[in-house]
């Protein structure tokens, strides 16, 4: 016999031993149900502490800055404007930006109040 017809030989009894072992085979399962409710709850743990609770604290801090404000206070808006309160209504607010220079903002757009002398240090 040749050597290509040898390795052929060897190649097809390989196949089939390996065929017919696998037939009686048992078939590894996948996860069971206790186990991808496990995983689903540990996803949503992981969801909560590191997205839903920070954000969720961030909004409660900046909702008793937005309902703390009061005439003669200095913030800084978010587009970076830094200005002293003049005025102060359920909605809007006045800042005084610069002497005779009053804008009018939303509440909602307060980012930070600063201590009070800040500005004149500016």
Same mark, same amino acid.
């Given at each position: 016999?040749?050597?290509?017809?040898?390795?052929?030989?060897?190649?097809?009894?390989?196949?089939?031993?390996?065929?017919?072992?696998?037939?009686?085979?048992?078939?590894?399962?996948?996860?069971?149900?206790?186990?991808?409710?496990?995983?689903?709850?540990?996803?949503?743990?992981?969801?909560?502490?590191?997205?839903?609770?920070?954000?969720?604290?961030?909004?409660?801090?900046?909702?008793?800055?937005?309902?703390?404000?009061?005439?003669?206070?200095? +913030?800084?808006?978010?587009? %970076?404007?830094?200005? *002293? @309160?003049? !005025? $102060?209504?359920?909605?809007?607010?006045? +800042?005084?930006?610069?002497? %005779?220079?009053?804008? *009018? @903002?939303? !509440? $909602?757009?307060?980012?930070?109040?600063?201590?009070?002398?800040?500005?004149?240090?500016?």
């Amino acid at each position: 016999m040749k050597f290509t017809a040898k390795i052929g030989l060897f190649l097809a009894f390989c196949l089939f031993t390996v065929a017919s072992h696998a037939e009686g085979a048992v078939q590894p399962e996948g996860p069971g149900a206790l186990m991808q409710l496990v995983f689903f709850g540990g996803f949503i743990l992981i969801f909560y502490f590191l997205m839903w609770r920070p954000q969720s604290k961030r909004a409660k801090e900046h909702k008793s800055l937005v309902s703390g404000l009061s005439k003669g206070d200095e +913030v800084i808006t978010t587009g %970076g404007i830094a200005g *002293k @309160i003049s !005025k $102060v209504s359920e909605d809007f607010i006045r +800042v005084e930006i610069a002497e %005779g220079v009053e804008i *009018k @903002i939303q !509440k $909602v757009a307060i980012s930070t109040a600063l201590p009070k002398g800040t500005l004149k240090s500016i």
